[in-house]
């Protein structure tokens, strides 16, 4: 038989003023196995954990059952006392007669009757509890960051920076990301590449840090301080450890009409590449879909020329297996696709383009040497209009996203400025819903597009963009006027929505980290844990959270990175002690419980079992590896054979507080 | 090939040779329409308001026939094949509408939007294929330069019409150049007419229409087409010189028939 002490906290007026917290103390006094009770104003507080503590020790209690806030409030605080006065720390039970009775009742009668179920429903419960003990498990102190952008590069250069060695995978041939293809930066204007370049430098010559360019995760096993990984390394044609990067393969390669993905199509380049010129690492790579020597075995321009002889037309994927400690997703975003806005007619014209088209014009290292001209006719565009909210803020109903992208009201006032500012003859349109600008010197950046440099901002959605003569004839409504507007455009830039890249679902997949409709990973908690995944050991940086802006991008990374340094500076990591456990005898192997378990922690094994009538036997039976199971019952809820059973929850302790329920 | 045939009143008045020509073209493809008996209007208006039923019952009688039938129902007119398509996915996806008509209908076995709705360029384009009636044709329009103009029914709501890329589309396109003409693209094309706009504000569709033709004829066109009685009728009076013509008149012609 336990010997239970009974702990009623008023939480100031928070309980006190709803429940009868005297009468409930004495009610569960009552119960059988109680031996002491006491209600005190706060219980979390030092003074009443030391009234536990001395209970405890003055009572030779075996456990404690508290009735006050939620157990996600104050829970470890009291399995803290209580474990201070020499009780195991799983012997504490919470009545939560806060949340769940208190603050959601207003009849004072009613509501102390509740209370007093709920604290013996915690009694029937504490009688079946056994101590536990959490295990441990070792820690591999290595980081995997997935993505090598902006928000991947922070991170790997603040866990390097803690002495943490970290890998980059990253499925470009450079790392880099989106920040690499930017011209100018808002609300400060520097070039993106000045401020981006030299972190890329830092990350290659950290000697923390490996960089797996032209890669892709392709297996996760294992769970938080021990993940395998499996990256494929996809085949460049090119020996990395040879190729100086000089560059002479990219110009005599004779296969010239090659796409330019870099410049978004705008322009084109080699079969054999570099993307640009301070890509990290700085190795050439041949686009197997347009090599004429892979694809037809006549040509091999560029192993000729090569001094280095570093060209391999007979390379191979690799498969690395590594470990890690902890993986950091930054797999970034992209901007839709506008096949489905044809209102725009950007399938229609080349002169109608999006923002990143718009940036790679504007970038000096960009197709036009960073001349603003059109594409259709490499003329100098007299009026541009720029149309915010392609595919943003929608109603769910159409082909775009119901979120707002964030970035797009601050790079079109960004462009609209730079327009006005190297070309004054170029007037300039900016079609909006709502401008939205909060940030460090934000607002203050879109004012003076419209005040110092006459920016036309005009309230009203544009309705149709015809191609006709040349000219872009922009039909839209000034909602502030309620007219109709006709603007004969050279050049109409789009501001397309963001979503996550395409690889994010399938990550999140091996990754058992959790997403939400849009495909942005979801955060641990939306306020309180922003750049840790609900799954242990996975951390998020950058836009696979959400739409972000560089400075916002760089703040979580660097936020991401403290938390991989906080766990990786562990030895050990203690495990949940509630963790599942099948009854060998009664599963039958049957696997149901491996498919729903969420988190990968079962697993089955072959094991020899010695018969009644002493004949052995082998079965396969469940086995949970409790370093990863987190202990949601989803298993025990699905065992046919009733089979599998969660410490600290079984099923004879849920049954015990129905029945104390329904008493 | 059998299919239901829904004529709708316009077909029966003002726009018989759309009706005529339609059944004559069909008949040379090898294709049998059955007109839908004692069919009614089709209501000429899809009604928007969510708590309305009785204008659309005539509708649901006419896709009742169809499922009835057991072939799809195919309608030239395109104000008659929005109101036949937007009705039939109201009772598909619709419970609170198709559950009311059905009980005004006294339907022992409910109608829950089982028939298939086509219009006749959507019959001509997935059930007999445009690279057919390019084999067909034994007067192919060569030199012709022919503008689609698809007007709003044919192709909006784009979800529930599902017609093509309400923004971008090619069907019309792609019928012309398998009658052996030119196809000229404009960006009018799926433009509003104007409309019923023609019985109180002549003016406003007098400048939506001539944008239509003015853009037509910019792109070098010698007629238009169309599928919509009421388009016709609005570019034919309001709009310029190019002569507009139903898209059937041109597969008659190119057919070969008399």
Redesign the interface.
Known sequence: MQRIGVFVCWCGSNIAATVDVKAVAEALGKEPGVVFFEDYQYMCSEEGQNKIKNAIKDYALTGAVICSCSPRMHENTFRKAAAAAGINSFMVEIANIREQCSWIHKDKVSATEKAIVLGRAAIAKLHLNAPLTAGESPVVKRALVIGGGIAGIQTALDIADAGFEVDIVEKKPTIGGKMSQIDKTFPTLDCAACILTPKMVDVAQSEKIRIFAYSEVEAVKGFVGNFNVSIRKKARYVDEVKCTGCGLCTEKCPQKKVPNDFNLGLDQKRAIYIPFAQAVPKIATIDADYCTMLKTGKCGVCSKVCTAGAIDYKQKDTVLEEQYGAIVVATGFNPIELT????F?Y??SPDVITSLEFERITNAAGPTGGTLLRPSDGTHPHKIVFVQCVGSREDG?GCGKTYCSKICCMYTAKHAMLTREKYPDTEVYVFYIDVRTPGKNFDEFYRRAVEEYGVHYIKGMVG?V????GKL?VRASDLIEGKQLLIDADLVVLAAAIEPDKSARPLATMLTASMDTNDFFTEAHPKLRPVESPTAGIFLSGCCQGPKDIPETVAQASACAAKVIGLLNKDKLTCNACVAHPDEMLCNGCSTCEKVCPYGAITYESKEFRMPDRTTRIRRVASVNPAVCQGCGACTVACPSGAMDLHGFSNRQIMAEVDAICK | MVFSYYPGCTLRTKAKELDRKARLAAKELGIELCEVPEWQCCGGCYPVAKDEIATKLSAVRTLMAAKEADRPVVTVCSACHNVLKRVNDDMKNDPVISDRANRYLQNEVPYQGEAEVLHFLEMLRDKVGFDRIAEKVTKPLTGRKIAAYYGCLLLRPGKVMAFDDPENPTIIEDFIRALGAEAVVYPYRNECCGAYLALEDRDSVKKKSSAVLNGAKAGGADSVITACPLCLYNLQKCGGEIPVLYFTELLFEALGLE
Request: overall charge negative; cysteine-free.
């Open positions: 489905k806005y044809d209102e007619a399938s229609q109903n149709k015809s191609p006709e003569n004839m």
